[in-house]
């Protein structure tokens, strides 16, 4: 099993964003960076939530720090993120850009919803295909410059083994409003988790020996809270639940261990752009395959040129901005 206390320590000031930070992976990953010696901000919706994990996790690496002599603790700091809106997604970022003024060293687009509804955000788009793809490109895209301030720039899109439940992804504002609502709810999942893993893919061509892009597979975790939707659904949500706890006698992880992979693809010293850029990964650790929309080059592109176009519609991207997504 893959020991995320083999992985270097910070040595120095370096900086980390961890989107959806208060529970789930998110907050084990927090807790990891934090051991490593990262100042770590939590990006989530919730200030109390995201207070309480930071006091969980300081309360916790206390503990480990003890038995594993090594470690180098870091900080923690909230900033608050909403997906659901790429005003205040776009807002975020640029106080990102206030704060820290030298760059940031790694992005985790963590923050996640599965299976829900079909339920539009603000901005017009499904919540599926908003929080789990077109804000966190919108997040990215906007940091980037800080990104190359780094010596060892890293981005993670967690993503899914989910992403094989996909269309095709011909047009990716298509909603599927149809019942059984379950279903067509797991279908929009596994799109804009395919379109997370293409967005690392388009990034990763255009900065090929710069910044290191990742998508990965953190594992079928038993006690995710991604279908916290319908907990409290009384007949779907009893059989989600009943599919998720099964999981722990066949081959599911716990959230600590699903934060593992997230871990490797931002601290691993031996991956490097020039020969891992844009690799999707799963436990523990291993190249993972992926289905063949998401390594589609003609897909890939599709997918990235939709993405650009509507955030550049929506008025949170200019032309020039994305003309300049290049280290040439």
């Known amino acids: 099993m893959f020991d995320p206390y083999t992985l270097p320590c910070a040595t120095g000031r370096r900086v980390a964003i961890v989107t959806g930070a208060n529970s789930g992976i998110g907050y084990y990953t927090t807790l990891h960076l934090y051991l490593h010696g990262y100042h770590v901000y939590l990006a989530c919706r919730s200030e109390a939530r995201a207070s309480h994990a930071i006091a969980g996790i300081t309360a ?5 720090a003890k ?26 970022a640029e106080i990102l850009k206030r704060k820290e ?22 901005d017009g788009y499904d919540i599926q295909s908003q929080v789990n793809h077109i804000a966190p490109t919108l997040f990215t895209l906007k940091l980037i410059p800080l990104l190359l301030k780094s010596a060892d720039p890293r981005v993670v899109f967690v993503s899914s083994i989910g992403h094989f439940l996909n269309d095709g992804l011909g047009d990716l504002a298509r909603t599927y409003d149809y019942w059984p609502v379950s279903f067509w709810g797991f279908l929009r999942y596994g799109n804009a988790k395919a379109a997370e893993i293409q967005t690392a893919k388009a990034l990763a061509a255009r900065y090929p020996t710069r910044i290191l892009f990742s998508s990965v597979h953190p594992g079928v975790c038993a006690d995710t809270n991604l279908t916290h939707y319908y907990h409290d659904k009384p007949v779907l949500g009893a059989v989600i639940k009943g599919v998720f706890d099964a999981t722990r006698w066949v081959g599911g992880i716990s959230s600590e261990e699903g934060s593992y992979t997230s871990l490797y693809a931002a601290l691993a010293p031996q991956l490097t752009p020039e020969h891992d850029n844009g690799k999707f990964w799963r436990p523990w650790p291993h190249e993972a395959y992926v289905h063949p929309v998401a390594d589609n080059s003609a897909k890939i592109e599709h997918t990235w040129q939709w993405t650009v176009r509507e955030l550049v519609r929506k008025g949170f991207l200019e032309q020039a901005e994305i003309d300049a997504l290049t280290e040439f």
């Open 60 to 64: 916790a690496a206390e503990q480990l």
């Open 101 to 122: 003024p030298n760059g940031i060293d790694i992005l985790i687009n963590n923050a996640g919803v599965m299976a829900w509804p079909v339920t539009m955000t603000e």
């Open 67 to 92: 038995a594993n002599t090594q470690t180098v603790l870091g900080s923690l700091e909230y900033i608050s993120l909403d997906l659901n809106s790429l005003k205040q997604t776009e807002e975020t």
